[in-house]
């Protein structure tokens, strides 16, 4: 809490975002990447409870989320995307967002469905929005967390829960589709006023970054996450 990132850390390499959501207390959570987006909770007072390594957030999906600025995060230059999480289940619920950009998803959504899967959407010019869905069931009774991790480049989208790639789509090209003036939200989509696809259970921590990471890679932040 408060600490600053160690940047020349080998997982740190191409790092834009990192919200540790371990404030546990206030209105703001703090991006320690190297931009400073750091997000400010819309639609209702923060709910700080215990998480795996520290205090966490709940959301309780009324219509609250976290809104970390519009910034592209270099995506739009390096043409690769990784979103790294830690999330737990509250419900069972479809499309529950745990990291997204704009209401279009551009150029990615990190997102919980029923029976505690996840699904990736990356949108492209040349695909559309392509989604990939995770195949392990995990609790929605807030009692497991889960590290789900995304990750696209050019034909290679690919979906990792716990460390372990469960699903991929390599015919996913083009380029990221990162329009202007889209926001960034943690828990849900705010745009303009209005919220939607809400979490419903709680977050521990968001990475992400401006490149895909290697399978190595995911699964060294799954046994010594930041």
Known sequence: RGLQVNLTHPLARGLVGCWLLNEGTGNRVMDLGPFRQHGDFQGGPPLWKPGRHGPSVEFDGSNECIHCGTYKFGWDVTNEVSVVALANHGASANSYTIFGRGPYREPVSLMGQSIGLFWWRVRTTESGVKGITSTSSHATDGTEWVQVAGTWKQNASRLYVNGVEEASDLTVSGTLSVADA?????????????????????IGYVFIYNRALARREVEWLYREPF
């Open 182 to 202: 889209q926001s960034v939200g943690i828990g849900g989509i705010y745009q303009s006023g209005s919220y939607s696809d809400i979490w419903i259970g709680r």
